[in-house]
Nanobody, 121 residues
């Protein structure tokens, strides 16, 4: 099992920045990729970004490309999401998630509890 705990959410004005963190514990050696997702009220959960845990390769959703940066620190077992140029439509609960090596599921296997990000106009 892998446990994930997010932090760093809060209230920020449009155009501002926030940095989210996600601390992973447990069987972290079994992680292949880690993702950020978000869910706004009344909307479906949306993919934000993913990073290869070993090789650091990244991929972003279209709505955040060029504004958000996903990164990881393997030594600290921590995932990050640097969010710049925030917009009101970025308001959501942000979740980190991890996929096991060899997992074939559409969605990640492990999820954090989420952290609220609110962007005021």
């Amino acid at each position: 099992q892998v446990q994930l705990v997010e932090s760093g959410g809060g209230l920020v004005q449009a155009g501002g920045s926030l940095k989210l963190s996600c601390a992973a514990s447990g069987r972290t050696a079994s992680i292949s990729t880690m993702d950020w997702f978000r869910q706004a009220p009344g909307k479906e959960r949306q993919f934000v970004a993913v990073i290869g845990w070993s090789d650091g390769s990244t991929y972003y959703g279209n709505s955040v490309k060029g504004r958000f940066t996903i990164a990881r620190d393997n030594a600290k077992n921590t995932l990050y999401l640097q969010m710049n140029g925030l917009k009101p439509e970025d308001t959501a609960v942000y979740y980190c998630a991890a996929r096991r090596v060899g997992s074939s599921g559409v969605l990640p296997d492990y999820w954090g509890q989420g952290t609220q990000v609110t962007v005021s106009s």
